[in-house]
Every structure is written in C-alpha cells, then in structure tokens.
C-alpha cells in the first residue's frame, strides 16, 4: 500500500511534458464518473492527484497549466460522443471528427485553469483544498456564460445512478440543485487528503446526505388527476433520412399511425384526465404552421385527445429559422400556442463568430425570447423545453409563472447510441428533482420518459427503437426551495466554503 502511495505522490511531482500528460489522463479518469458509467469510486483517485499536483507546482503559471490539462482530458473524454454529428457530414467535415471534443475541451479548459491558478493564493492545506472546491464550483457554474452556455456534464450530475440509488442521491437537488451536489462532489472528492477529522466531517456529510435523500423520497407518494395522461411518440427516424427528406411522406404516416395508436390506447386508461400527445423536436417533416392540410390530419390522428405538441421548424417574416414548438387543438389542428427554442446549441444551431469556417448547415437559428408557459384549454399549465435547453439549472420554468409539469422534446439522433443521449436524459432528471416537477421526454430516436418531481423514472422507452409510452403524469410536487432561489443557493454556499477556506488557510490549519 506504501509503495502505491509513493507512486501516486511521484506522479504529482512530475514536471514539463510528463506532468502534462498526466493530468490529461487523470481528466479523462475523471470523466468516467458520468452517466452511464457511473465510476464515482475514481473520482478520488483523479481529482486528489490534480490537487497535489497543483499543490507541488513551481508557481501559479504552472498550477494554472495543470488545471488547464485536467480539464482537457476531462472534457475530451467526457464530450467524445460529439464526432458522432460530425462523421453524419463527414464528406465535408472529415477533418473534424478527431477535433470535436479536444475543440469543445479547448474552450471549457481555461475555466479550470483559473481555479488552479486562484487557489494558489489560499497557503497549501485544507484551506486551499476548500477554496479549490468552492472555486472548481464557480467557474463550473459560470459555463453558463460560454457561447449561449454550455452546462453540459455538472460534477454533480455522477450521482444519478439508475433506479433508488440514484434516486436517493439527487434529492438534495431539491435544496441545492446540481450545482451544490457539484460543490459536496469536490468537498468528499478530496477526502483522502484530510486529516482525521476532515474525514470524519466527510462521512457525516455522505450520512447526512444520504438520510435527507431518503427522508425526501419516503415523505410523500405520487398523485395522479391534475395532470394529463401523456402520450410520447418516439418516431426512431435517422438522422440520415431527416437530413435527406427522401422519406419525409412515409415518417408523416408513421407518426400518424403511432399516434392514433397511442391515444386510442390514453383514451382507455385517461380515467377522466385529458390525453395530450407529443412528437420529439423537429418530428414533423415541413413547416407545420404554414400545412393547412397536415395539421387536420395530425388531431385527426389523435382524436379525442386536448391537445398534441408538435416539433416543427418555422421560417419567420425576419428570413430568420425557428426551432419550435406548436401545441395544437382539435377539430382542426389549430395552434393555440408557439414556442421557439431560447437556448440554441452552439456549431449545431448556430455558428460562433470566431469560427474561421463555416460548420452551421445554412444560416442557422435565431433563439427565441426565454421560456415560457403554456396555458391550453381543459389541461394543466406546462412548460415547453427544446432539447438542449434542458441542461441549464435554473432557467427552465417562467420564475413568474410555475407551471404544473415540463415538456421536453428532443432529437438526439445526431449522437448515436453514445454516451451523449444518456447525459442528456440525467438532465432531464435532475431538472425534475430542482423544481418539483414531473418532466415529460418525447425523443427521436430514444431516450423518451417520465420523471415524477423526484426524479423517479415512471417510464421509458429505450434507444433505437420505434413506439409510444402511454401513461399518466404525475402532479406536480409544492415548490422546492431551489425552484424559488434558483442558482443563488449554491453560489452562496460555494462562497461560504470559499471564505472558510480562506480563513482555515490564514489559521494554517494542520487538518491535512
């Protein structure tokens, strides 16, 4: 066991290029604790390496440039599921698809090096281990601020086991959303590196959570009768017969037949609730809004039910393209509320302006304004969400106007049967367990589901393959405590943890 720790301090003393590469590999251990691998016991191990790492460094340059290596393994193993998008236009971008993810890496990679660099300014000890905490939980926080944000992979987000475990472990999203689960994620991460009673104070931390994650499950149970019975069509269509519109009349039809299929199935278990169907992002072929002969056809389909939600793309009078959102009523497919995606995806819906070329298929997106919600006829108010927007903690419901359940719809076909999917859909789950409400996930190609305000998986339907999920949603749980305060919580208490560092490290505590 000695000799393993001599290895492991020897690997924080490296220098130059060998210290380099081995922070990129620590990085890339890290990233193995995100879903769906889950590997929480590896995180110990990669993140106390970057803080003794850090901690030997010649000078704050050299921190800064260990930071800046961690996070490139980091996220270039934990983004490598993006040259799938590219390798579906690799007759043009070929050249691209090795450059995917170190790109993405490249961009996120400085945020860390500050947090290397300012801790430096705390004297090594638990001090600087608890400002490098508070600090990493900052700037993670600050992605939001990266082209229009890119959030995608919080620390946090590792507890999201399947099934109970995960359940009991995301609960105190409730109070401090993924944000301050990244926060306790880095505080236990450097355990090993505390003293006794810095270990001891971990393990009551671990209890602690673990309790109120249970207590929070075990308090209440589900209802049903607010909400509607959701029927979720998930069409499985390619993204190579989307981009090539040669089989736009057939994949019409299979959503006609998969709804009518769906709500015929709703109407019988709606118990008095009203059925609503829905169709993943971009599911209708054309311009819906502007298809006086498709929109009759659709409610024709889904006769009986309030309403469908339909993903469609929108030209504008401003020559500018919308990815949106109709809900449509019967008799006759009238829209009676649009919604255009706020949050769009950055080099897939629009290009960055440094870009020295153009990735962008045509012109791009134009955002819509922010969220909203939607307020239908005989139906409980709900929030729409587009694909990507899903991933932004905080920012998915009208702070002004709390709906009763989400509605996520999403194509997440451009990213294979890849890691990609599975992160995005623990999104979805921790942005139910934030605000106390059950979510609603129409996807493509898989994963589409149901979360109750807990986070529990009520259902799903897996990747790849083409049907519907019928089922009843459940209510809405009362505001949470993030839902009102939102990400002040866990800026708040990463600030705490920063002055407590600050001052631990003017006391030069000899907890380490």
């Known amino acids: ?35 769906p691998v889950h590997a929480v016991i590896v995180l110990p191990v990669a993140f106390c390496l970057l803080a003794l790492a850090i901690d030997s460094a010649r000078s704050w340059r050299e921190a800064a440039r260990r930071g800046f290596m961690f996070a490139m393994g980091l996220h270039t193993v934990g983004l490598y599921w993006l040259m799938y998008a590219i390798l579906l236009r690799a007759d043009d971008f070929w050249w691209l698809v090795p450059l995917a993810s170190p790109g993405c890496a490249l961009i996120l990679a400085p945020l860390s090096a500050l947090t290397a660099a300012l801790s430096r300014l705390v004297p090594a000890g638990m001090g600087r281990l608890l400002a490098f905490c ?22 946090g987000s590792v507890w999201e086991f399947p099934g109970l475990a995960g359940d009991v472990m995301i609960q105190p999203a409730a109070w401090i959303g993924v944000d301050g689960l990244t926060l306790l994620t880095c505080i236990l991460s450097l355990a090993p590196l505390y003293g006794r009673r810095g270990r001891l104070a971990c393990a009551a931390l671990l209890v602690a959570w673990v309790t109120g994650g249970a207590l929070r499950l075990t308090g209440t149970h589900d209802t049903y009768g607010h909400n509607p019975e959701i029927v979720l069509v998930q069409g499985n269509v390619p993204e190579t017969e989307k981009i090539s519109r040669n089989a736009d009349i057939a994949v019409f039809r299979r959503y006609l037949a998969l709804t009518r299929q769906g709500v015929t199935q709703g109407l019988r278990q709606a118990d008095g609730r009203p059925v609503v169907f829905a169709w993943p992002e971009s599911a209708f072929p054309g311009l819906l809004l502007e298809d006086d002969i498709a929109r009759p056809m659709i409610m024709q389909a889904g006769q009986g039910a309030a309403a469908g939600i339909i993903g469609t793309l929108r030209w504008m009078e401003d020559q500018h393209w919308r990815n949106s959102m109709a809900a449509l009523l019967p008799p006759d497919g009238q829209a009676a509320a649009i919604y255009d995606k706020a949050h769009l995806v950055p080099f897939g819906e629009y290009q960055p302006a440094f870009l020295p070329f153009h990735v962008v298929p045509g012109e791009g997106m134009t955002p819509g304004p922010r969220v909203q919600t939607w307020h239908l006829p005989g139906i409980a108010p709900v929030g729409p969400l587009i694909c990507y927007e899903v991933i932004f903690s905080g920012q998915v419901t009208d702070p002004h106007d709390r709906p009763d359940w989400l509605m996520n719809s999403t194509n997440d076909a ?43 998986e009520v259902t799903r339907l897996g990747w790849d393959r083409q049907g519907v999920i019928v089922h009843a949603l459940p209510d809405a749980l009362p505001p949470t405590l993030f839902g009102r305060y939102g990400r002040t919580i866990p800026l708040l208490l990463a600030v705490l943890t920063g002055l407590a560092g600050l001052w631990c490290g003017h006391k030069r505590s000899r907890f380490v």
């Open 414 to 456: 451009w990213y294979g049967n890849s890691a990609g999917p599975r992160q995005h859909l623990a999104a979805v789950r921790i942005r139910a367990v934030e605000e106390g409400l059950p979510v609603a996930r129409a996807a493509n190609t898989g994963i589409s589901a149901i979360f109750d305000g807990r986070g529990h």
């Open 134 to 155: 508070a600090l990493w939980t900052i700037t993670d926080m600050a992605r939001v601020f990266v082209f229009s944000g890119f959030p995608w992979n919080p620390p």
């Open 1 to 35: 066991m000695m000799f393993l720790y001599d290895k492991y301090i020897s690997l924080s003393r490296l220098h130059g290029w060998r210290a380099d590469l081995a922070m990129v590999l620590a990085g890339g251990v890290y990233a193995l604790g995100f879903p």
